[in-house]
C-alpha cells in the first residue's frame, strides 16, 4: 500500500513512524513533512491547506490512503474532496471535524445532549459581550469561536482582561473570521486529561489516557505554548473515571452527532477536566493530539494501517485495539525564546547517540535536513520519546536522550512526567 501523510509536524513523524513498521505498507509520503519524516517517507512539496494540491499529489503517486492530521485541512473538507475524487482517506469529513472548528457548535452541541461541559454563554456582538462581563464571575474564559492556532482560548482573572479579550477577539479580529463569535464560559478547576480515540461513528474506542504539559517553564509556568511534553498514560485517570465517561460524555458525543447528521469517523479528541462535580469536557478535537500522539503510538500494539481500515469501513468493532503495559514520555526540545520570537537554521546534533537506546524514539516537529544534517526549523524542534515498566524508567530514559542532542539555545522542561498528582 502506498500512503500519503498530510502535515509536518511531530505528530505526523509519531504517524509515518507508526505506519513505517506496517508490513502493508509499500510507500510512504508525506505533504509536506520536515527532516526527520524525510528518512521514512518521501516528501512531497505541497502546502497541508492546498486541497487540490494534496488531491493532484495523491492522484499522482496513487495513493491508496490519504491520512489527513491537521485541524484546518479537516475543517475546509479536504477528507470530502479526496473522497469525492474516489480517493480513501482517514479523518472526518467538514461536517463533523466542525466540532473542534466551532466552539460555538461544540458548546450547544454538549448543551443539546446534556454532555458535562462549563456553563457558557454565546456573543455575536462585542458589547453585549462586554456588558455580561461587567456582572459575572472570575476568573472567566474568553474563546474565539474558529480555530486559532491553539491561541483561541483566554483565562481572564478580571473584567479589564476579559474586556481586553473581547476586542482583541471580535473587534481588532486578532485570529481573523475565527472572533465573529465568541463563547464566554465559566473558568473549571481540575487536572486535565486528553483522552484520543478512535470511531467510526458506531463504535468508540479510546486510546489510552494521557496528559499534555502546555505551559513553556517548569511547574507549570509560562506562557502557553503547542505543548512542552506529555505522558501516557494518565495516573489520575482510573478505570472508574473511565466509565463514567464512556457513559455521560464518549457515547453520548457520538450520539449527538449521528444525530446532527454529524457522523464521525476517525480520532476524536476528548480535552478533559476531573472536576469535583466529575469529568466535563473542555473541548474537542477533530484529529490525533500534538504532542499526545508521540506519547501513544509508541504503545500502540496494532498495525496502525489495521486500525485505519477499520475505521473508514466502519468495521471497529471487529479489531482488538491492544495497548504496551508501559508508560511512554515525549520531552519537547524547543527553540530559545519559543513560544515568542525565535532563530531557526541552527544546527542539530547527537540525536544518533540518543537513538542509541532501543527504548528511545525522537519525532521531528520543527527540523529540515540538509547535506544529511539536520537544522532546527520551527518552535518546538523535536519531541524525544521514552517507553519504560514505569513512568519513572520511562522519564529517566527520556532525560537521558535529551542530554545528548544539542542546538544553540535549546530549552525544555526538565519536569515532563513528574510530580504526578495522585487520585483524590
Ligand atoms: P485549547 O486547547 O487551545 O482549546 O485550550 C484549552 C485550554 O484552555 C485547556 O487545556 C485549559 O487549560 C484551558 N481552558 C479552556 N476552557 C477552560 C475552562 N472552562 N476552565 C478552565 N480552563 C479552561
Ligand atoms: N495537545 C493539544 C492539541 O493537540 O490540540
Known sequence: ???????????????????????????????????????????????????????????????????????????????????????????PKREAALIEASKVFSKNLMSKYEIPSAKYKVFD????????????????VVKADGLALGKGVIICNSPGEAEEAVTNVMEKRQFGDSGSKVVIEEFLQGTEVSILAFTDGKTIVPMLSSQDHKRALDGDMGLNTGGMGTFAPSPVYTSDIEKICMEKIFLPTIDALNS???????????????????PMVLEYNARFGDPETQALLPLLKNDLVD????????????IKIEWKND????????????????RKGLRITGIDEALKDPNVVVFHAGTRKTDGQYYTDGGRVIGVTACGINMDK????????VSKIHFDGAHYRKDIGSNLPRVK
Open 1 to 91: 500500500m502506498k500512503i500519503l501523510v498530510v502535515g509536518s509536524g511531530g505528530r505526523e513523524h509519531a504517524i509515518i513512524w507508526k505506519l513505517a513498521q506496517s508490513s502493508r505498507v509499500s510507500k510512504l509520503y508525506c505533504a509536506p513533512g520536515n527532516g526527520g519524516i524525510s528518512d521514512l517517507a518521501e516528501c512531497i512539496p505541497v502546502n497541508v491547506n492546498n486541497i487540490e494540491g494534496i488531491v493532484e499529489a495523491a492522484k499522482q503517486i496513487k495513493a491508496d490512503l490519504v491520512v489527513v492530521a491537521p485541524d484546518n485541512p479537516l475543517a475546509d473538507g479536504m477528507v470530502n474532496v479526496l473522497e469525492d475524487a474516489g480517493i480513501r482517506a482517514f479523518g
Open 327 to 342: 508508560a511512554c514520555v515525549c520531552v519537547i526540545m524547543a527553540s530559545g525564546g519559543y513560544p515568542g520570537n525565535y
Open 260 to 278: 446532527e447528521g454529524r457522523t464521525f469517523k476517525g480520532v476524536l479528541y476528548f480535552g478533559l477536566i476531573l472536576t469535583e462535580k466529575g
Open 125 to 140: 456582538d462585542s458589547r453585549q459581550a462586554k456588558l455580561y462581563l461587567k456582572d459575572t464571575e472570575y476568573p472567566v
Open 394 to 401: 520511562a522519564r529517566e530514559r527520556a532525560y537521558k536522550a
Open 307 to 318: 486500525v485505519f481500515d477499520a475505521v473508514i469501513d466502519g468495521k471497529l468493532h471487529d
